[in-house]
């Protein structure tokens, strides 16, 4: 934190707060200093501390990561040496680091409100401070400003300077961590929480079918397992799914630790002296990787959502970071209510969002003059409604199932993927299809076989 009192000051506010370590980067002149304090939970070695910076290693239940925590300066000539030295830092530290303080810079006009415009002079060196260490924003939950003048009116300013920002491999590695933005309290700052592992936050993942999966045989067999058994169709595509879920995850687990166990058998294989059946041994091994690391690029290329790559062209951080900043951006970890007050509790943003939705969809007296409708063309003609409305028959499903070949799923697979293991599916849906009641029912035909 940025503090303008001397050290026996804050140790005092530190054992009031029941926090056991401290470093202090002491005032000077008018300036502001910098204390950091943690727990004994937490293994914090501070490596490097100076006005603008504490830089650290930390460690906890065995992950262990750098992290800089940052005063920049307010001058952009003193920010860019500033960007320089961190730059610095990142060569010697490798990939986990994490970055987060009052950076002093906003980078877009989405965070800054007032007058005063952005200036290119401030924004340009940072963003090129985040490409050239390959950095990315954590991004934010909660209000958007992060410093506030506390003006009124037109001399009102309000910026967001404080973030969090870390390398893809950091990112990776603490996939649902989340900033906060708390509320300001006396600070013209209000306090940012990085959380690493956040609680009771629950996604719905819809199901997807994996490009990889076509060509498992186990899940073939799974596929013509579950449809081959009675019931309905609704009833065995859930099936289906809730299976091929399972197995997805345990078969992905068991193909990453099949990863690091060739990867030690290679180490001991090419530390040890050459012979026929060892190179032969070496040879499978390398095959066996390769399979498993194009799976695993075919996995991330199509969470990623990047059409322009083709599956096991090129792999990196990031698809990774892509699929994760995806990801948390579409979570919702705090709403504001009518009231003003943000809502943070999961079981209250459900039944806030409930509510919100249920009131904005209920119908109200309306008073509808059907005199409006008289200058709207009818588009649907008796003829063409006679059209809609007729039966479907087999010619018209076999017409439609042939250019199911030339039609792109809305995950960018063809419909050709499923070719393989799906035959006991395509002798049964057309049967079902031509039923009247799946196309006057649609899913919620009970009866459908």
Request: aromatic share 10%; hydrophobic share 35%; with cysteine.
């Amino acid at each position: 934190m940025e503090t303008r009192k001397e050290d026996a000051f804050m140790e005092r506010r530190r054992r009031m707060m029941k926090f056991d370590h401290a470093e202090y980067v002491g005032p000077e002149r008018e300036g502001s200093g910098l204390a950091l304090w943690w727990k004994d939970d937490v293994n914090v070695c501070v490596l490097e501390s100076c006005k603008s910076f504490v830089d650290t290693r930390i460690s906890k239940e065995g992950i262990s990561f750098f992290c800089t925590f940052v005063h920049a300066p307010t001058t952009s000539v003193e920010r860019r040496q500033l960007w320089d030295r961190l730059t610095a830092l990142r060569a010697i530290q490798g990939e986990r680091w994490l970055v987060v303080g009052d950076l002093n810079v906003a980078i877009s006009a989405f965070e800054k409100q007032g007058r005063c415009p952005l200036r290119n002079e401030n924004v340009v060196p940072f963003k090129y401070f985040m490409a050239r260490n390959a950095l990315v924003d954590l991004g934010f939950s909660g209000q958007v400003f992060t410093w506030s003048n506390k003006q009124q009116g037109t001399e009102l300013i309000r910026e967001r300077l404080d973030r969090a920002i870390c390398s893809t491999t950091w990112r990776t590695t603490f996939e649902s961590a989340t900033v906060y933005h708390e509320d300001f309290v006396e600070s013209d700052h209000c306090p940012i929480r990085v959380d690493l592992n956040p609680i009771g936050q629950s996604h719905c993942i819809p199901f997807r079918f994996g490009k990889r999966w076509r060509e498992s045989e186990e899940c073939c067999r799974i596929i013509l397992d579950r449809w081959q058994r009675g019931g309905n169709i609704n009833n065995k595509l859930f099936d289906c799914q809730k299976e091929l879920q399972i197995w997805a995850r345990t078969d992905r687990r068991r193909k990453l630790q099949r990863e690091r166990d060739i990867r030690v058998r290679l180490q001991s294989l090419q530390g040890a002296s050459d012979s026929p059946d060892k190179v032969l041994e070496e040879r499978n091994l390398l095959r066996e990787l390769e399979s498993i690391w194009t799976s695993e690029d075919c996995f991330w290329a199509q969470r990623s959502r990047i059409s322009w790559l083709q599956e096991g062209d090129q792999n990196s951080g990031f698809f990774h970071a892509s699929t994760i900043k995806r990801k948390n951006r579409n979570g919702i970890t705090k709403l504001i209510g009518a009231d003003g007050i943000w809502i943070d509790n999961a079981q209250d943003l459900k039944i806030h969002a409930s509510d919100y939705y249920q009131n904005l969809f209920t119908s109200k007296d309306s008073h509808f003059d059907p005199r409006i409708l008289e200058g709207f063309p009818r588009l649907v003609t008796e003829e063409y409604n006679t059209g809609l409305c007729a039966p479907v028959d087999k010619t018209e499903i076999r017409r439609q199932s042939s250019n199911w070949e030339q039609t792109r799923l809305q995950d960018q697979m063809a419909s050709q993927d499923f070719s393989s293991g799906s035959t006991g599916i395509q002798l049964r849906i057309p049967s079902a299809m031509r039923s009247p009641v799946f196309f006057s029912h649609g899913s919620n035909a009970r009866e459908l076989e």
